[in-house]
């Protein structure tokens, strides 16, 4: 590790001429490209960076292009008409076009306790909006593959921190003493994972030492901030493997800490793989490009937590199946709002699709053809066979939705009919062949 160091005052760049590395214009969006030469003509500094870098670097497909430089945010708005200030952490600004946006960040440095504007509170870094170079702004970046430069006065790349070996290697690597760096930032624990799962790279030993003991430090995080992460996590399309590293280092259970309990015992020798198998679905949506909800991520990531609550107070309590689901769902709520917010939109989808996992029961006359229509039908439904496809026991339920689903209406009205009302459940005891908690 020879340039990860954060306290050499000058550091020498590595600088790989155009048509020595793999980024060309053209893969680059127009806009990005406009705001880029917009700054270079106004006479400032202008560089991509982050993972716009990193990915095309990788022959990857970026996903948003950052731009930095040496421009103070009030004066990228004087050259950008559809250009707004934003941020309370750091300011930046926003150049729109249409829909699309442009993130402009001037270069900053690593806020020390005593420096103007920066705030520290216990070596976390609470505010920074600390200006400096582009040195600075190299070594106060993440990981070395997210600190490389592409200029756009002669398209060439810089690499002040090694970030080009490390890419080449496959590595994520913190610049700067690691255990500092996560202190500064604990959600930088769960961005290592990400791109680790995401670029398949692995995480170097010396950052990846400190995580297990400092997972802890994701409990101070604000709950909101967790929320915007836990759906980077698991949206990006690499959630069963990023899912896999977050147990392996001790960070999930700072996260959803009654998923991890649920986890951590077996049922009847069998692990819980419902969690599994809801993230292997969402990986496959968004590969297919299909819409993933929060709602529908949450209600997954807390179902085992609620399904054996659930059970519990059903067993213990003697309560009815859908106040014991009900009552399940707020507590479990309840203690994970603590950890991650959500959203009161996605909070009640989530109820919505646990609660109307009891309906699958109903198989004659009118209320499976009004359950259809219900809005959030689908979304329960695909609840419902994931839960079938984890081993759970829900009889036949997703089968005879599937067929349902499927036939004509003439078929429906058959299926309605043919069935006779669904055996209520004894209060106590087993049913004879069906499991009580059939859904
Ligand atoms: P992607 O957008 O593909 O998820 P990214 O690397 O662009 O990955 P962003 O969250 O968009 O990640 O951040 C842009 C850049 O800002 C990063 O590449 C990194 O250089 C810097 N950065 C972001 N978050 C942090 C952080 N917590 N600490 C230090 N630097 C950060
Ligand atoms: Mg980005």
């Not at 003697?318 to 959500?342: D, F, K, N, Y």
């Not at 005879?400 to 004509?408: A, K, L, S």
Request: charged letters at 30%.
């Amino acid at each position: 590790m020879t340039q990860a160091g954060v306290s050499q005052s000058a550091l020498e760049p590595r600088i790989v001429p155009r048509g020595e590395h793999g980024i060309s214009r053209a893969d680059i969006s127009e806009n990005a490209l406009r705001v880029l030469y917009g700054l270079k003509r106004a006479g400032f500094a202008a560089y991509l960076v982050g993972g716009g870098v990193r990915d095309l670097l990788l022959g990857r497909e970026p996903k948003d292009f950052d731009v930095v430089t040496d421009a103070r945010p009030e004066q990228v708005r004087k050259l950008f008409r559809n250009c707004r200030l934003v941020g309370r952490r750091f300011r930046l600004a926003h150049v729109y076009f249409g829909r699309d946006i442009v993130e402009v960040a001037t270069f900053r440095a690593i806020p020390h306790a005593d420096a103007e504007g920066a705030l520290v509170d216990e070596g976390r870094i609470v505010r920074d909006n600390v200006y400096g170079t582009i040195e600075e702004d190299a070594v106060r970046r993440d990981f070395t593959v997210n600190s490389l430069y592409y200029n756009i006065r002669d398209f060439t790349v810089v690499d002040y921190v090694g970030g080009l070996e490390d890419l080449r290697a496959g590595l994520i690597r913190l610049i700067g003493e690691p255990q500092r760096r996560y202190r500064e930032d604990p959600v930088r624990m769960l961005r290592a994972v990400r791109f680790a799962a995401k670029l398949g790279f692995r995480i170097h030993s010396q950052t990846e030492t400190p995580i297990p003991r400092l997972a802890h430090l994701l409990e101070q995080m604000p709950p909101a901030r967790l929320f915007d992460e836990v759906l980077k996590l698991f949206q990006g399309g690499y959630a069963v493997e990023t899912f896999e590293l977050l147990r392996h280092y001790g960070l999930f259970g700072h996260l959803f800490p009654l998923t991890e309990r649920a986890l951590a015992e077996e049922e009847g020798g069998f692990p819980h793989v419902f969690v599994t198998r809801a993230l292997e679905n969402t990986d496959r949506r968004v590969e297919a490009g299909k819409p993933v909800t929060p709602a529908f991520l949450y209600a997954a990531l807390l179902w085992e937590p609620v399904r054996l609550r659930a059970a519990e107070l059903q067993a213990r309590e003697g309560l009815a199946p859908l106040p014991a689901l009900q009552r399940a769902g707020r507590e479990v709520l309840q203690i994970q709002l603590a950890h991650t917010s959500i959203p009161r939109r996605f909070s009640l989808g989530m109820r919505e699709i646990w609660e109307l996992q009891l309906r699958f029961r109903y198989r004659s006359g009118k209320r499976p053809h009004r359950f259809l229509e219900h809005p959030r039908f689908r979304a329960a439904y695909d609840f419902l066979c994931l839960r079938a496809s984890a081993g759970e026991d829900v009889g036949e339920a997703c089968e005879w939705w599937t067929q349902f689903q499927e036939v004509g209406p003439e078929e429906r009205a058959t299926m309605t009919r043919a069935r006779k009302k669904p055996v209520r459940r004894r209060r106590r005891g087993r049913a004879k062949k069906k499991p009580p908690e059939e859904a």
